[in-house]
């Protein structure tokens, strides 16, 4: 067992006694800091730039630079192998959107000779001016609830990773007609979520029977639109909550490469 694993138990203890005292968000916002007075490079191996800790922090919880590029690369292949499976990719989608795009950790990797086509959105201001002096493609901030500031069936592709995660089952639905109103019929959405097979459910006192049973399960409500509040919810659920716009061709199971199950949809 390595460090990391043996302190779990312990990290999870506190993260219990920090969410009964009300001081969950301080405790999170506190580590974030700690995290992010790691050293990075003001650009990778092969010249081209890398945001800074805080920003990698905020994405994916830490400032490993290395892993921010190669689970950005993995993740890309993965939402581009969904994407073929439904009869589209980054190389043939005329429009695409990273709802959620952080700051580009995903992005970064999908084919530079379509700059155009890329689109990135996100709620974190900072996150979308390093985008937008960085890397290619048009960028815009967002707010927690639509609308988004783009045309009706604007996009052919749009992939959220993370952000039903994060989403209290309201919200999703305001977000599921939005999505509708900026996808072409026939378009292509990914989005990630936590299905009743995900493996950590035991350890936030969660069993797949009870996600099953009542569909969705949210954590720390009253911090939606930060990392903190979780939301878990089954296939089913999900379907059904996307189902007046959306048709679900398949879902990509998660596994070590990426934590969270994919839905593949295509808008109606």
């Not at 010249?47 to 993740?75: C, I, N, Y």
């Not at 009542?214 to 909550?241: C, F, K, M, P, W």
């Amino acid at each position: 067992m390595n460090q990391r694993s043996a302190l779990r138990p312990v990290r999870l203890l506190l993260r219990d006694v920090a969410e009964k005292l009300g001081l969950l968000g301080i405790v999170f916002r506190l580590t974030e800091r700690q995290r992010a007075r790691k050293d990075v490079p003001e650009r990778d191996d092969e010249g081209r730039p890398l945001p800074p800790a805080s920003l990698m922090v905020s994405v994916s919880g830490e400032a490993d630079w290395q892993a921010f590029l190669s689970t950005g690369k993995q993740h890309a292949d993965i939402l581009n192998a969904c994407a073929r499976d439904a009869g589209t990719s980054f190389h043939k989608a005329e429009a695409i959107l990273d709802f959620g795009c952080g700051c580009g950790r995903i992005l970064r990797h999908l084919p530079p000779e379509r700059a155009a086509a890329l689109h990135g959105c996100d709620i974190n201001p900072q996150a979308i001016d390093w985008c937008t002096e960085h890397l290619p493609g048009q960028f815009e901030k967002t707010e927690l609830t639509p609308p988004l500031p783009y045309s009706d069936r604007q996009f052919d592709l749009i992939y959220l990773v993370s952000v039903f995660t994060h989403l209290r089952e309201k919200t999703q639905q305001r977000w599921a007609g939005e999505l509708a109103r900026i996808t072409k019929p026939g378009g292509v959405v990914l989005l990630t979520f936590h299905d009743e097979f995900f493996w950590r459910l035991p350890e936030f006192g969660i069993d797949q029977q009870t996600v099953e049973t009542q569909g969705i399960v949210v954590r720390n409500d009253n911090l939606e639109g930060s990392n903190l509040l979780a939301t878990y919810q089954s296939r089913a659920h999900l379907e059904a909550l996307m189902s007046e716009h959306f048709e679900c061709l398949n879902h990509r199971p998660a596994d070590e490469r990426l934590a969270q199950t994919v839905a593949i949809l295509r808008r109606r």
